[in-house]
């Protein structure tokens, strides 16, 4: 027989396991309502456990007398202070812990943003104990959960799996972009060709307000440099996901979340910012919200308008074996002009004190026209120059972006830590229409000019649906599990043309047609349990792939049907008020995406272009860490993954010859990675403070393809250090600085090079603008100097771009100032729809 406490929960799951869609493999449903069903009869026996003996009991409030909620209570042994049991508070502050009658104890309170408060010795009487109201205060240092680098608010909070920035509070976000955003984040790295690496490791899941980007390397660079600062409250660099998180990303998460507004009536803001670099870069925009006891409307909107520059020198060296070998050397002179407009609009509706439901869209419309001014000469074995020429190379790319959300959130019970359910559905389109005239004009020897034209449309569209349910189990357990279902289709069409002798005709030899297809379908369970001094989450995920990728003529066809599981382990115990220690381990995989395995074509210059692998296979990841925490705040870290069959870019000479390269993504055999992480949040001064964050790491590859595996190994260290300042008159300062020294990954070798950012801000009008002033790359330190060597081709590249910039923007907020959640008599099951909807 099942518990009355257990049985409501194990109905539940076993109930929401029948319904699957019907594209869930049999195989995934046998073992995960078992799997749920396991975890179900575990907590049985904890579930029937009651608390025993006499009770202590009490109330936790702050300085001002308010309840503070999720406070975590100790029982501790009067004549050691060793813990004897915890409990959390309920939603108006109260606590009670069990305990043998007789025995003389103390208590404890502490919760993240408060001093620890003890309450007097006192022995426990047969009949119970009523303390004294636990008052806490506000904590001036910083604690574990929440390292606090400014004297209002964190700009950097770290958590045992991960780091946040607090984009919002930042003087540096003023004028930027997301994709600047991620430079200065601790720990990540962006490569020329836009690919995010995370301590030495690439493949990243990217997730925008909870939702994936199935986009990567430029395309995703691009989306990430359309999308203004001006929009992003928070980002999470998640170095180890828990199961409830795709499997997707052998290197980790990061998790991009949207302003959102929550403030009570109706209020709003406007903002505008002009930068200079080389260029002109204007970004403004405004958002408009509406919240109501049951009803919450919201929408926002930003409009960018960048001109750039990238100016790229190219020398390759070809010796093929046997041969005399030949060179060539190349400038490219790029200009853009980005446009874009971002807008998000929605409804949130309380249809009960227990029910939320809403309904969202957003959209990313962008508009890039190029101009590349390219200078090419070619040598022979000797340095005898043989041919010259130039080329024009025009580029218009036009990307609208749309994504549609209906979402469900219910709690079961009207009290703090009641169980919950939410639902989101959602569908999102990415259309790219890319135009491109490739002017080629012949120096030497003299030949009649070539034009090369391209039409490329892709059309990419991801549908998902996920359920997720959320249950606290006695002695401070917790059970989340869930399912999910995503379908990713991508169809492209590529069409190029050629003019010469003024004859214009089709090149079938590199037209054609790709369609993809994506399907995967995934469960998990997690189990938690918050101990006094010993935490301890475990999870496993499973996921079922079905890829089908088709093309013109079908000799770039496959199929690929797979199933995995991802089991994920955290653990973390407190040795002392000193020390503590952590593990994680935790498996997951690097599936190629449409865009990897797409053979079609996109060029860059008249000997230059790109180029998908559909032999492309999916890379897994074992990853192992371990953390040490010392005087809950200064944290070293070393980790460990090994990855099979892991993917990176490689430039090599093109099957088709004449001096031709191709970029494409390849397989190698194994890539071992060792990572050593420091973090120091330090307080210099009452008004100024100091975040630090070094990443040591080395990468070694075994295997790949004939070419043979990289050679060049050597560790590599990125250094990110944030000063922020809180100054009299209302000012506030940042100063920013990065550093990535000279790193082998897989067969390029890249050269130092880091930035300096410094920032002021002045609120203003009892802090309803912000008045803000910023310069980027100070000491312009960022261009990019790399070597590819792959068997007996090498190629060299030195790129600039226009990345000291600097900037003025103003932003003013109207309306009311009062916040939802300070609300004093917030229900509980409130505070738990809002956790679930990530607000």
Excluded at 513 to 535: H, K, M, W
Excluded at 609 to 638: D, M, V, W
């Amino acid at each position: 027989m099942h518990s009355p406490q257990a049985r409501p929960w194990l109905r539940f799951f076993l109930a929401t396991g029948l319904p699957m869609p019907k594209f869930f493999s049999t195989r995934l449903y046998f073992i995960f309502t078992r799997c749920l069903a396991g975890a179900g009869l575990l907590a049985l026996p904890l579930a029937s456990m009651g608390q025993a003996g006499p009770a202590v009991r009490g109330t936790v409030a702050d300085s001002a007398g308010v309840p503070v909620a999720s406070a975590t209570v100790t029982l501790h042994r009067a004549a050691d202070s060793v813990a004897v049991k915890a409990e959390f508070t309920g939603a108006q502050g109260t606590y009670q812990l069990a305990a043998a009658p007789g025995g003389r104890y103390l208590v404890s309170a502490v919760q993240v943003g408060y001093q620890r408060r003890w309450s007097p010795a006192f022995e426990l009487p047969a009949a119970g104990l009523a303390l004294a109201t636990l008052l806490l205060a506000r904590s001036t240092s910083t604690a574990l959960k929440e390292v606090s680098v400014t004297a209002a608010r964190s700009l950097y909070e770290h958590r045992p799996d991960r780091t946040v920035l607090h984009v919002e509070d930042s003087p540096l976000a003023a004028g930027a972009t997301t994709l600047d955003l991620l430079g200065r984040a601790p720990g990540v790295t962006v490569a020329a060709n836009g690919n995010l690496g995370l301590r030495g490791r690439q493949g990243l899941l990217v997730v925008l307000d909870g939702k994936r980007l199935a986009l990567t390397g430029d395309e995703l660079a691009d989306l990430l440099r359309a999308l203004p600062a001006e929009q992003v409250g928070t980002i999470e660099v998640i170095t180890n996901p828990p199961a409830s998180y795709d499997a997707q990303g052998g290197a980790g998460v990061i998790a991009i979340h949207l302003r959102k507004d929550q403030r009570l009536g109706t209020n709003g803001s406007v903002n505008a910012a002009y930068g200079r670099g080389e260029f002109g870069k204007f970004v403004g925009g405004g958002a408009l919200n509406h919240r109501a006891q049951k009803l919450n409307t919201f929408g926002n909107y930003t409009y960018a308008d960048r001109h750039n520059f990238t100016r790229v020198d190219i020398e390759r060296r070809f010796a093929p074996a046997g041969g005399p070998g030949s060179s060539s050397a190349q400038n490219n002179d790029l200009t853009n002009h980005l446009q874009s407009h971002t807008f998000k609009a929605g409804i949130d509706y309380n249809l009960s004190a227990r029910t939320l439901v809403g309904v969202a869209a957003s959209g990313l419309v962008s508009h890039l026209a190029s101009t590349n001014q390219n200078q090419t000469a070619l040598y022979d074995g000797a340095g005898a120059l043989t041919r010259r020429y130039h080329a024009t190379v025009g580029q218009d790319v036009r990307r609208p972006n749309t994504a549609l959300n209906a979402n469900l959130r219910h709690a079961f019970a009207d009290s703090a830590g009641a169980a919950t359910l939410s639902a989101d559905a959602d569908y999102a389109r990415y259309d790219t229409r890319r135009r491109t005239d490739l002017a080629t004009a012949y120096d030497q020897p003299s030949a009649p000019a070539a034009v090369l034209t391209g039409d490329q449309r892709n059309n990419l569209s991801l549908a998902s649906f996920k359920a997720d349910y959320a249950r606290p189990l006695p002695h401070r357990m917790r059970l989340e599990a869930g399912a999910k279902a995503t379908r990713v289709r991508s169809d492209n069409d590529v069409a190029f043309d050629r003019t010469e002798n003024g004859m214009k005709a089709r090149d079938a030899a590199i037209s054609s047609t790709f369609r993809y297809d994506e399907n995967v379908n995934a469960a998990y369970g997690i189990l938690s349990r918050a101990g006094a001094r010993t935490a301890l989450q475990a999870g496993l995920r499973a996921e079922q792939t079905n890829t089908l990728g088709h093309s013109n003529g079908g000799t770039d066809d496959f199929e690929r049907h797979y199933f995995q599981l991802f089991p994920s382990l955290s653990v973390e115990h407190t040795l002392s008020d000193r020390h503590a220690l952590g593990l994680s381990l935790n498996r997951r995989i690097e599936r190629p995406n449409y865009s990897q395995v797409n053979p079609l074509r996109v060029y860059i210059d008249p000997t230059s272009y790109g180029a998908g692998n559909p032999g492309l296979l999916p890379a897994t990841s074992y990853n192992a860490e371990l953390t040490h925490t010392f005087r809950q705040k200064f944290i070293t870290s070393l980790g460990y993954s090994r990855t099979d069959w892991p993917i990176l870019l490689q430039v090599q000479p093109a099957p088709d010859g004449n001096l031709l390269v191709v970029s494409r993504n390849v397989n190698l055999a194994v890539q071992h990675n060792y990572a050593l992480t420091l973090t120091a949040p330090l307080t210099l001064a009452p008004w100024w403070t100091f975040y630090g964050n070094a990443v040591l790491y080395y990468a070694r590859f075994v295997g790949g393809p004939a070419g043979g595996p990289p050679v060049n190994r050597r560790p590599a260290l990125t250094f990110t250090g944030s000063n922020t300042f809180a100054l009299p008159g209302g000012w506030s300062g940042e100063l920013n600085a990065n550093l990535e020294t000279g790193e082998t990954f897989g067969y390029e070798r890249l050269k130092y090079r880091g930035q300096v950012g410094a920032g002021l801000q002045k609120t203003l009008w009892a802090k309803q603008a912000t008045l803000r002033l910023n310069i980027a790359d100070v000491f312009y330190t960022m261009p990019i100097r790399a070597t590819q060597t792959y068997a007996t081709f090498s190629e060299t590249f030195y790129q600039r771009l226009d990345t000291r910039v600097g900037t003025l923007a103003f932003t003013y907020r109207f309306g009311s100032a009062k916040v939802a959640g300070a609300r004093k008599r917030a229900a509980g099951a409130e505070e738990e729809l809002r956790r679930a909807a990530g607000q």
